[in-house]
C-alpha cells in the first residue's frame, strides 16, 4: 500500500505534454491516451464510457478475464504444486518476499506447510 501512497503524493505537477516527443517504445502511452479521449467524447454526448455497468445485481462481481483462473481459485494440493511449471516457482522463492529477513521466510514456509518439503527447492 506504501508505493501507492507515493505515487499519489509523489507526482508533482501536471506536466506539459505540448512539446511531448513520444518513440514507438510509448505505443502503450498513446493507445491509453486515445481510449481516455473516447471515453470523454461518449461523456460528452451523453454516453456511458467503456467498462461502466449500470446493472447492480450484474456490477455484484464481475468476472475478469484471468489466466489459470481454475488454479488461483481452488488451488492445488501441494504435491501437484511442487510439479507445476509455471506455479512451483513461488515456493522457490516467493516474489512478495523478496528481500525479506530469513525469519520472515521460515515464518511463511511453516503458515504454508513448506518445512517439509524446503529442501526440494533450496
Not at 5 to 12: H, K, L, R, S, Y
Not at 46 to 68: F, M, T, W, Y
Not at 79 to 90: G, N, T, V
Not at 92 to 97: A, E, L, P, S, W
Request: glycine letters at 8%; hydrophobic letters at 40%.
Amino acid at each position: 500500500m506504501n508505493q501507492d501512497f507515493v505515487a499519489w503524493a509523489g507526482q508533482g505537477r501536471v506536466a506539459d505534454r505540448a512539446q511531448e516527443h513520444l518513440g514507438l517504445s510509448d505505443r502503450g502511452i498513446l493507445m491509453l491516451r486515445k481510449r481516455f479521449f473516447e471515453d470523454l467524447e461518449r461523456l460528452s454526448a451523453g454516453k456511458d464510457p467503456k467498462a461502466v455497468i449500470r446493472d447492480p445485481h450484474v456490477n455484484e462481481c464481475v468476472s475478469l478475464p484471468i489466466a489459470h483462473r481454475t488454479v488461483l481459485v481452488d488451488g492445488l494440493p501441494l504435491d501437484e504444486l511442487l510439479k507445476h511449471p509455471i506455479f512451483s516457482a513461488q515456493l522457490k522463492g516467493y516474489v512478495f518476499q523478496s528481500g525479506q529477513p530469513a525469519e520472515i521466510r521460515k515464518d511463511y514456509e511453516d503458515a504454508m506447510g513448506l518445512n517439509s518439503y524446503s529442501r526440494v527447492w533450496r
